[in-house]
């Protein structure tokens, strides 16, 4: 069974780094094809993807954000982190990680999600 | 970064089909045949319902079912029941591996 799981600060101030961590089971992050991806979903908005990183620790990322963002992978802990710095009140949202099979392109398994809150 | 077109929101009454358009250009959906579609029921994470256009993953009712025209994806949902009534995200990938949502669509049944 595969499991994903967001850990992370709820608060921020305007300018802060946001660090969140995607705890995974059932699979391994070493194995060809397989991919964690970021995506945030500001309150009542649209699904938004962020970042992602692939079994060969490729990373890849959105251009309108790429330059705030860093992820990396601990292979041996199932873990994946992802950095995003100067945060905004308006990168308020909730936070995903899911696993993301390369052969099909397809985000196949989801975390609960984080509900991160940047006040202005 | 680019966002596909879907309608705001869809209605129907149980037991009649609907569907829902995921509208993009030849960069992102007409360039390739991985579309697929997400559930989310509110406060709740995405769910795979489709991918590689039409495919079900094991466990999703057949009531679901993905087609592609061109620039445009779709989602059908036949015999509508109540727990249908979520919202309905597509994504697809421009020429990069960045990936494409749709700017959603709410089923309300």
């Known amino acids: 069974q595969v499991t994903l799981k967001e850990s992370g600060p709820a608060l921020l101030k305007p300018t802060q780094t946001l660090t969140l961590t995607c705890d995974f089971s059932?699979?391994?992050?070493?194995?060809?094809?397989?991919?964690v991806s970021w995506v945030r979903q500001s309150p009542g908005k649209a699904l938004e993807w962020l970042a992602l990183?692939?079994?060969?620790?490729?990373?890849y990322y959105s251009a309108s954000l790429k330059t705030r963002l860093t992820i990396s992978k601990d292979t041996s802990r199932n873990r994946v982190v992802l950095a995003m710095t100067n945060m905004d009140p308006v990168d308020t949202a909730t936070y995903y990680c899911a696993r993301y099979h390369f052969t099909n392109n397809v985000f196949d398994s989801w975390g609960q999600g984080i509900l991160v809150t940047v006040p202005s | 970064q680019s966002v596909l077109t879907q309608p705001a929101s869809v209605s129907g009454s149980p037991g009649q089909s609907i569907t829902v358009s995921c509208t993009g250009t030849s960069s992102d959906i007409g360039n390739n045949n991985y579309v697929s579609w997400y559930q989310q029921y509110p406060g709740k994470a995405p769910k795979v319902i489709i991918f590689d256009v039409y495919n079900r993953p094991s466990g999703v009712s057949s009531r679901f079912s993905g087609s592609k025209s061109g620039n445009t994806a779709s989602l059908t949902i036949s015999d509508l029941q109540a727990d249908d009534e979520a919202d309905y995200y597509c994504c697809s990938f421009a020429r990069s591996i960045e990936p494409i949502f749709g700017s959603g669509t709410k089923v309300s049944v």
């Open positions: 059932g699979f391994s992050l070493s194995t060809s094809g397989m991919c």
């Open positions: 990183i692939d079994w060969d620790n490729d990373k």
